[in-house]
């Protein structure tokens, strides 16, 4: 399988919304919320007193968003790899059989091997995507994105990141930066997809928004979301503008008929084209194509 083929279907990920297993009641919302995967939390969104039985309803809650209409990817974050809850969290989790299992705080690539070889004795197809989000995850983030094909992507965690090395967080996010490129340029290297930090100022749109920015311009494909209104913005952010897709359209015919004239580099615009600029553009066409063939009739 091509690392790009994951079980989501084509490599579209621009939202990722969490509601904590605790408040079936947010997340029998996914499906209005449309989420490009939707996430059941039993790590940090669900409270101490509260994560056994959380987990003991685990598969009812995900049979009810699914008959509630959720047509999306569905995913379970257990909690992390050193707590006491990680083997009875996999364990429901596999047993829900859902499209995706979250691992968060990931630090050596022994934590997402644990969780793949759960999944594979469960007898399940389940992806894992990992949560780099400390020092530790930081530094091993390029062995961790390399180590199993199971693992379909790594989402960067800002806050706990934050907490682990001593940092004032900041609206600029200066602090966090460095690691915020390790971790993408990881991702990349492995052809994985990279999900970016989220912002906890839930009802600031416009900070949100400066982030989706700053996400998509270093190359991440989308964004973790607390709320549906930030899902809606995140997959806003991600999507192609029609400014961008008319753009990009124009490159390609003209670059068809450089070629055809027996030309590499070319002057388009003002601008030289060669073949990374291309490469760009072709795949903001092809997201677009993805959201074409994934749009309601």
């Known amino acids: 399988m091509n690392p790009n083929e994951t079980?989501?279907?084509?490599?579209?990920?621009?939202?990722?919304?969490?509601?904590?297993?605790?408040r079936p009641d947010l997340v029998l919302k996914f499906?209005?919320?449309a989420a490009d995967c939707s996430v059941i939390d039993l790590e940090d969104g669900t409270a101490l007193a509260e994560k056994q039985a959380a987990r003991a309803d685990l598969r009812?809650?995900?049979?009810?968003v699914r008959a509630a209409g959720l047509s999306g990817p569905l995913g379970v974050r257990v909690n992390a790899p050193d707590s006491?809850?990680?083997?009875?969290?996999?364990?429901?989790?596999?047993?829900?059989?859902?499209?995706?299992?979250?691992?968060p705080k990931?630090?050596?690539?022994?934590?997402?091997?644990?969780?793949?070889?759960?999944?594979?004795?469960?007898?399940?197809e389940i992806a894992v995507f990992a949560g780099i989000e400390t020092a530790a995850g930081v530094l091993h983030a390029p062995q961790i994105c390399a180590c199993t094909?199971?693992?379909?992507?790594?989402f960067f965690g800002a806050e706990d990141l934050a907490a682990d090395i001593g940092a004032q967080r900041t609206d600029r996010g200066d602090e966090v930066l460095a690691a915020r490129?390790?971790?993408?340029?990881?991702?990349?290297a492995s052809r994985i997809l990279a999900i970016d930090q989220a912002v906890v100022d839930i009802r600031d749109d416009e900070r949100f928004l400066r982030d989706c920015a700053a996400s998509r311009n270093l190359g991440y494909d989308g964004k973790t979301c607390l709320t549906p209104r930030q899902t809606a913005l995140a997959n806003q952010a991600f999507s192609p503008s029609a400014k961008e897709l008319d753009y990009a359209q124009r490159l390609v015919a003209a670059y068809e008929a450089a070629r055809a004239r027996g030309l590499g580099a070319?002057?388009?615009?003002?601008?030289m084209i060669d073949t990374p600029l291309l490469r760009r553009a072709e795949r903001l066409l092809r997201t677009q194509s993805t959201l074409g063939r994934s749009s309601p009739a």
Do not use: K, W
């Open 7 to 22: 079980a989501l279907g084509e490599p579209l990920l621009r939202s990722l919304l969490f509601a904590p297993a605790n």
């Open 31 to 33: 499906p209005r919320a």
């Open 60 to 64: 009812n809650l995900v049979e009810q």
């Open 84 to 103: 006491p809850f990680f083997a009875e969290d996999v364990a429901a989790a596999v047993t829900c059989a859902p499209d995706v299992i979250l691992l």
């Open 106 to 124: 990931a630090e050596a690539v022994e934590d997402v091997l644990r969780l793949a070889a759960a999944i594979q004795a469960g007898g399940r």
């Open 149 to 154: 094909r199971v693992l379909q992507a790594v």
């Open 181 to 188: 490129s390790m971790v993408l340029l990881a991702a990349r």
């Open 266 to 271: 070319f002057d388009f615009e003002g601008r």
